[in-house]
C-alpha cells in the first residue's frame, strides 16, 4: 500500500503479483484483492473500481470489520469520482451495503466511522444526513489526524464540508491533508489533496495560492502517471476569466474522463462552462452548462451549479426555471443554514424578489458572506446588488457596491467578473480605468483607509466597527495592503508610511 500511496505504480503491481502467489487464507487473498482495486483507483479514477471497491467490502465484513468499514468508504470515494457515469454501483448502492456494517462501530466510533455513518445518512435523506455530517466534521477538525495509510479520510471530510456548506471545516481539512501528504511523501495523495484544496483557495480569493497548487498538481501527476481531471486548473481558469484557456481544457478534460468513466470530471467542465457564460453574460449559454452542472444532483456539484442556473434562468426570462432551481438550493441551504449557504441563498432569493424584499436579501447576502471565507462568492453579491440598484436608478448607491466588487475581483485577478462590473461602473456614468499590472500596486481608497486605521494602533475588531465591516474582511483588506506594499506584517506599516500618507 506504502508503494501506491507514494505514486510508485509499478512497483506496487509487481510486488501484487508476488503476493498473489504467496497467499494463504481468505483474508491475506482479500488484502490482496483490496489493494488492487485501490491501485487501480489511485492511478486512474473511474467507474471500474465503485464495483470492485463494494465487493471487496463484502467479502472483508467477515473477516476485518474495521477495514470492511474503511474499504466502503473508498468506496464511496470512488463513486463520487464516478459520479453521473456510475451504471452498475452509485451512492445510493455503496449506502445500502455499507449500513449493517457501519452500526457496528460501537459505542466510541472514531472519526473514520463518523464519516461513514454522515455519508450513509446523507445518500438517505440530505436533511436528515446534515448533523451526521456534522459530527464527522468536528470531530476531524479538533486536531485529528489519520493514520498514514488513511490520509485520504481528509479529502472525504473535505467533501463532506463542501456538502454541507462549511466553509470553514472544507479549509481547514484541506489545507491539514495537503500539509500530511506532503510530510509523508506520498505522491498520490498529495495528488489527491491538492485537487481539492485548489478550489477551496479559488473561492476564497487566493488566486496566486491556486495557480501554485494547480503547477504542483500537474507536477505530481506527470511523475506519477496519474490520470485525472484537472479539477483546480478548470475552476481557476472560470473564476479568472480565461475563457481560451478554459475551453480548451474543457474540451481535452471532457475526452479523458468520458473514456475513463470520470463523471465528476464532466460535472466540473459543465460548472466551469457556467461560471465562464455568467461572468461574460451569456447567459443563454450558461443556463444548458448550469442546467448540465446541477440536473444529475452530484455531490458538491449541484451546490455550486444551482447558483449559476438561478442567476442564468432569471436573465434569460426563464423565471419559471429560475424559482424550480432556488427551490431545490433552498432545501440544502436551509438544512445546513452556515453563513456560506444562507449568504448564496439570499444572493439567489434577490434575484427574483422585488423592491424592498429584493434589497433586504441582497444586503442580508453581503452580510452572511462577509463571515466567511468565500470572497469569490461576496464579490458576486456587490456585483448583483449593484447591478440591481442601477436598474432601480439608484446611481450613486450602485456606483458603491460596483466599485467593492471591481476591487474585489481585480484583487483577486477574477477578470471576468471585474470586467463585468467595470462596464456597469460606466453605465452609471463612473469613469473607470482598466488594472493592469502597473496600477496593481496602487491602494484602494479602503485599504488606504484601513492601513492609515491600523497605523493609528486600532486593532481588527476596531477598525471593523468603525468601518461597518467585520473583522475577518479587515484582515483580508490588509493581507492585500500588505502584498501591495511588499511587507510581511502591521508591525511594518508604520515604517511605509513614515509621513502618514497612505495613498
Given at each position: 500500500?506504502?508503494?501506491?500511496?507514494?505514486?510508485?505504480?509499478?512497483?506496487?503491481?509487481?510486488?501484487l503479483t508476488l503476493a498473489a502467489g504467496d497467499?494463504?487464507?481468505?483474508?491475506?487473498?482479500?488484502?490482496?484483492?483490496?489493494?488492487?482495486?485501490?491501485?487501480?483507483?489511485?492511478?486512474?479514477?473511474?467507474?471500474?473500481?465503485?464495483?470492485?471497491?463494494?465487493?471487496?467490502?463484502?467479502?472483508?465484513?467477515?473477516?476485518?470489520?474495521?477495514?470492511?468499514?474503511?474499504?466502503?468508504?473508498?468506496?464511496?470515494?470512488?463513486?463520487?469520482?464516478?459520479?453521473?457515469?456510475?451504471?452498475?454501483?452509485?451512492?445510493?448502492?455503496?449506502?445500502?451495503?455499507?449500513?449493517?456494517?457501519?452500526?457496528?462501530?460501537?459505542?466510541?466510533?472514531?472519526?473514520?466511522?463518523?464519516?461513514?455513518?454522515?455519508?450513509?445518512?446523507?445518500?438517505?435523506?440530505?436533511?436528515?444526513?446534515?448533523?451526521?455530517?456534522?459530527?464527522?466534521?468536528?470531530?476531524?477538525?479538533?486536531?485529528?489526524?489519520?493514520?498514514?495509510?488513511?490520509?485520504?479520510?481528509?479529502?472525504?471530510?473535505?467533501?463532506?464540508?463542501?456538502?454541507?456548506?462549511?466553509?470553514?471545516?472544507?479549509?481547514?481539512?484541506?489545507?491539514?491533508?495537503?500539509?500530511?501528504?506532503?510530510?509523508?511523501?506520498?505522491?498520490?495523495?498529495?495528488?489527491?489533496?491538492?485537487?481539492?484544496?485548489?478550489?477551496?483557495?479559488?473561492?476564497?480569493?487566493?488566486?496566486?495560492?491556486?495557480?501554485?497548487?494547480?503547477?504542483?498538481?500537474?507536477?505530481?501527476?506527470?511523475?506519477?502517471?496519474?490520470?485525472?481531471?484537472?479539477?483546480?486548473?478548470?475552476?481557476?481558469?472560470?473564476?479568472?476569466?480565461?475563457?481560451?484557456?478554459?475551453?480548451?481544457?474543457?474540451?481535452?478534460?471532457?475526452?479523458?474522463?468520458?473514456?475513463?468513466?470520470?463523471?465528476?470530471?464532466?460535472?466540473?467542465?459543465?460548472?466551469?462552462?457556467?461560471?465562464?457564460?455568467?461572468?461574460?453574460?451569456?447567459?443563454?449559454?450558461?443556463?444548458?452548462?448550469?442546467?448540465?452542472?446541477?440536473?444529475?444532483?452530484?455531490?458538491?456539484?449541484?451546490?455550486?451549479?444551482?447558483?449559476?442556473?438561478?442567476?442564468?434562468?432569471?436573465?434569460?426570462?426563464?423565471?419559471?426555471?429560475?424559482?424550480?432551481?432556488?427551490?431545490?438550493?433552498?432545501?440544502?441551504?436551509?438544512?445546513?443554514?452556515?453563513?456560506?449557504?444562507?449568504?448564496?441563498?439570499?444572493?439567489?432569493?434577490?434575484?427574483?424578489?422585488?423592491?424592498?424584499?429584493?434589497?433586504?436579501?441582497?444586503?442580508?447576502?453581503?452580510?452572511?458572506?462577509?463571515?466567511?471565507?468565500?470572497?469569490?462568492?461576496?464579490?458576486?453579491?456587490?456585483?448583483?446588488?449593484?447591478?440591481?440598484?442601477?436598474?432601480?436608478?439608484?446611481?450613486?448607491?450602485?456606483?458603491?457596491?460596483?466599485?467593492?466588487?471591481?476591487?474585489?475581483?481585480?484583487?483577486?485577478?477574477?477578470?471576468?467578473?471585474?470586467?463585468?462590473?467595470?462596464?456597469?461602473?460606466?453605465?452609471?456614468?463612473?469613469?473607470?480605468?482598466?488594472?493592469?499590472?502597473?496600477?496593481?500596486?496602487?491602494?484602494?481608497?479602503?485599504?488606504a483607509q484601513i492601513a492609515h486605521l491600523a497605523?493609528?494602533?486600532?486593532?481588527?475588531?476596531?477598525?471593523?466597527?468603525?468601518?461597518?465591516?467585520?473583522?475577518?474582511?479587515?484582515?483580508?483588506?490588509?493581507?492585500?495592503?500588505?502584498?501591495?506594499?511588499?511587507?510581511?506584517?502591521?508591525?511594518?506599516?508604520?515604517?511605509?508610511?513614515?509621513?502618514?500618507?497612505?495613498?
Amino acid at each position: 500500500m506504502a508503494n501506491v500511496q507514494a505514486g510508485a505504480f509499478d512497483t506496487a503491481r509487481w510486488m501484487l503479483t508476488l503476493a498473489a502467489g504467496d497467499a494463504a487464507n481468505d483474508a491475506q487473498r482479500a488484502q490482496v484483492d483490496l489493494i488492487r482495486v485501490q491501485l487501480a483507483f489511485a492511478s486512474s479514477r473511474g467507474t471500474e473500481a465503485p464495483p470492485l471497491l463494494l465487493a471487496a467490502a463484502r467479502r472483508l465484513e467477515g473477516l476485518d470489520a474495521g477495514l470492511a468499514r474503511a474499504t466502503y468508504l473508498d468506496a464511496f470515494s470512488a463513486a463520487l469520482f464516478g459520479a453521473r457515469l456510475n451504471e452498475t454501483v452509485g451512492v445510493a448502492d455503496i449506502a445500502e451495503a455499507a449500513r449493517g456494517a457501519a452500526s457496528r462501530a460501537g459505542p466510541e466510533p472514531s472519526a473514520a466511522d463518523l464519516l461513514l455513518t454522515g455519508l450513509i445518512a446523507l445518500a438517505d435523506d440530505y436533511v436528515a444526513g446534515v448533523p451526521a455530517c456534522r459530527a464527522a466534521i468536528e470531530r476531524m477538525t479538533a486536531g485529528w489526524t489519520p493514520p498514514p495509510d488513511q490520509l485520504r479520510r481528509l479529502w472525504q471530510g473535505c467533501v463532506v464540508a463542501l456538502e454541507v456548506w462549511d466553509d470553514e471545516g472544507t479549509y481547514v481539512l484541506s489545507r491539514h491533508h495537503v500539509g500530511l501528504a506532503r510530510k509523508s511523501g506520498a505522491l498520490s495523495e498529495v495528488a489527491l489533496a491538492l485537487s481539492l484544496r485548489t478550489p477551496v483557495l479559488v473561492f476564497g480569493g487566493e488566486s496566486e495560492a491556486a495557480a501554485e497548487t494547480v503547477a504542483e498538481t500537474r507536477s505530481v501527476e506527470e511523475s506519477t502517471g496519474i490520470a485525472a481531471a484537472p479539477y483546480g486548473a478548470l475552476i481557476l481558469a472560470a473564476w479568472q476569466g480565461r475563457g481560451d484557456d478554459a475551453e480548451t481544457l474543457i474540451e481535452s478534460t471532457r475526452r479523458g474522463a468520458a473514456a475513463r468513466g470520470e463523471g465528476v470530471g464532466l460535472a466540473i467542465c459543465d460548472y466551469t462552462e457556467a461560471v465562464l457564460d455568467n461572468s461574460n453574460r451569456r447567459y443563454g449559454d450558461g443556463v444548458a452548462a448550469a442546467r448540465s452542472a446541477s440536473e444529475h444532483r452530484e455531490v458538491v456539484v449541484e451546490n455550486w451549479g444551482l447558483p449559476e442556473l438561478v442567476e442564468a434562468a432569471f436573465r434569460t426570462g426563464d423565471i419559471a426555471l429560475a424559482r424550480a432551481a432556488l427551490d431545490r438550493l433552498t432545501i440544502k441551504t436551509q438544512a445546513c443554514r452556515t453563513d456560506w449557504a444562507l449568504g448564496v441563498e439570499a444572493r439567489s432569493r434577490a434575484q427574483l424578489s422585488k423592491g424592498s424584499q429584493a434589497e433586504t436579501q441582497y444586503r442580508t447576502a453581503i452580510d452572511c458572506l462577509t463571515r466567511t471565507r468565500m470572497r469569490g462568492d461576496l464579490g458576486r453579491a456587490h456585483l448583483l446588488y449593484g447591478e440591481w440598484l442601477r436598474r432601480a436608478t439608484r446611481r450613486v448607491d450602485a456606483r458603491r457596491e460596483l466599485e467593492t466588487a471591481y476591487e474585489m475581483f481585480t484583487s483577486m485577478a477574477m477578470d471576468g467578473f471585474a470586467e463585468r462590473a467595470r462596464r456597469e461602473l460606466r453605465a452609471t456614468g463612473a469613469s473607470v480605468r482598466k488594472r493592469g499590472p502597473e496600477t496593481s500596486s496602487e491602494l484602494t481608497p479602503q485599504e488606504a483607509q484601513i492601513a492609515h486605521l491600523a497605523v493609528g494602533g486600532l486593532t481588527n475588531p476596531e477598525i471593523g466597527a468603525q468601518l461597518f465591516i467585520s473583522s475577518r474582511t479587515v484582515e483580508w483588506h490588509l493581507r492585500k495592503v500588505y502584498l501591495k506594499l511588499g511587507i510581511a506584517s502591521r508591525r511594518y506599516l508604520r515604517a511605509a508610511f513614515p509621513d502618514g500618507d497612505q495613498r
